[in-house]
């Protein structure tokens, strides 16, 4: 009974001293990290550990938990290589602050108990339970970027003296990112919002997506110098399948097999009475091409979409209004990565819409990221529709009115950026134009008399085909004013 008594009381003192000596590691290693907190409680016989309200700050980083639980200690692997070694980690209310600080300045967060951080931490598992993620600009209260945390879920977490140095201080293998609210103010003008994001493993859905107008249209004419869109873009849901993610000489590449978009309503509105941005647009091959992050996306599907487009021409008037519903695209080979490659996939984007809420509109459109040239094939056809329903947009943004009916129109266009040329058949009945006053609501009877003169009034069915129609590109505007004038050119062939 002695002995036993003894023994127990020898394994007490034992497990005070290790209790003792791997609590003291456990503060060492914090106070390495420029930890601060209210407790380290370490229970040897179940292995486990816990930290009470602890914080830590990292060059302008700053973390904040109420609890993290530590299981299954690897005593063994501490007391002889004084690495920590842990099979789960529960975290609950982490809390992270993000400062942006120029680069200019010298980081005075890094203190030089940091860079005495010998250690190896590994854990196999770790949950966190709630919390948040906001960005500040440097000395500002309001935050950039928030986000509401649910849980995240992770394996392998590696944290030495190397990854301390990163932006993210450790390495890990993602599970399940779980958040349940997102903002981010994109710029002076808009602002991004999200109501769920769940990654898991390298599968990714987004509910509720929204790219948002800071100011209303009025509002935004008064915060701009020059011409410049207004916007108003919601998504009900984003798929992406097979995300991948990774730094490539200093560079972001991004990687997945597949996105799908679904249900989205796209606003634009564009005020001519601004002054023009003369600044020159390229074309979106070189924007890909040139773009700092890196791309390698399979595939995008857009399903049931809804477009709508205004242009304020004039300060009396309404604006010009054009609109695509039930849109779905199907776009294939993204990337610009590997540009030399002699196979280089090219991209293709195949369309179908309804303009105007009536006539079947399918487009096809391909070019070749790679090709620094930046040619394009673009071809398309447009079903039946009503000459009045042209008319909201071309009544107040070009002073005319026609009556009588498109039946079928095709084009088909190859260019560059500076110049296309292509061809286009064009089938109409009784159409007829009405060149309006200059307050837009009454016909000028003369004007619009000798216009008609010069309009080719086709009998139903019969076909105006032109080829060799060329279009100097105003490389000043968008690809899609450049898509605008080759259809415009060969409709006014067709009519003229």
Known sequence: MIAIGVLALILVIANNILESKIKKGIE?????ANAVYEKVDVKLLNRSAEVIDAAISIRGKMLKVDTIRLNDIEILEYLTNKNIVIGDLRISNLEVKIFKLPKKEKDTSTSKKQNSFKNKIRIKSVRVSGGSLKIFEKDSSNHRFYSKLRDISMEQVRIDSTSLKESVPFNYDLILLNIDSLYYDLNDLQKLYVGDLVIRNDD?????????PKFSRNEHQQNISKETDWYDLEIDSIGIQGLTWSLQNDSLKIGNSLTHIDQFNFVIYRDKLQPDDNSIKPLYSQMLREMPVLLQIDSISLTNGYLKYEEKIHADREPGIVDFSNMNFQISQISNV???????PETVIKAQADFMETASLDVNWSFNIADTQDRFNISGELGRIAAEQINEFMKPAMNVQAHGEIEDMFFNFAG??????????????????EVLQKDGKEKNKVVSALANLIVKNKAQNSKANHKDIAVERDRTKSFWNYLWNMIKNGALKAFI
């Open 28 to 32: 060492k290693n914090l106070d390495s």
């Open 204 to 212: 990714v859905k987004i509910t509720d997506f929204q790219l948002k």
């Open 338 to 344: 590997n540009l030399d490659k002699q196979d280089f």
């Open 416 to 433: 560059g950026p500076y110049k296309a040329n292509g061809d286009m058949r064009l089938e109409y009945k009784d159409f007829k134009i």
